[in-house]
């Protein structure tokens, strides 16, 4: 059974910064492609970073430069740096793995992020 369990969320001023993690079981981590994404209630959910298994990154446009994913395949987890951060990255962030194995995607949870002074 494949299991995402997020860690990081909270409440920081505009500007400030926070580091989500997820940590992965049930997967082969070295090869699945990792990834973040967010979702608002009432929109669909939005690509924020993704990591391939080789390292290959690629970002939303609405956080390039301010964000940074990373994975640790020693710890199964990945990580997302977040810098600057604004009102408006204020919403509930999952976790994401894609098996290529079986062509199947996982989520995490989810974990709240707000953003307000």
């Known amino acids: 059974q494949v299991q995402l369990v997020e860690s990081g969320g909270g409440l920081v001023q505009p500007g400030g910064s926070l580091r989500l993690g997820c940590a992965a079981s049930g997967i082969i981590f070295s090869i699945a492609t990792m990834g973040w994404y967010r979702q608002t209630l009432g929109k669909r959910r939005e690509l924020v970073a993704t990591i391939a298994d080789g390292g290959n990154t690629k970002y939303a446009e609405s956080i390039q430069g301010r964000f940074t994913i990373s994975r640790d395949n020693a710890k199964n987890t990945v990580y997302l740096q977040m810098n600057g951060l604004k009102p408006e990255d204020t919403t509930v962030y999952f976790c994401?793995?894609?098996?290529?194995?079986?062509?199947?995607?996982?989520w995490g949870q989810g974990t709240q992020v707000t953003v307000s002074s």
């Open positions: 994401y793995a894609h098996d290529p194995r079986v062509l199947r995607d996982y």
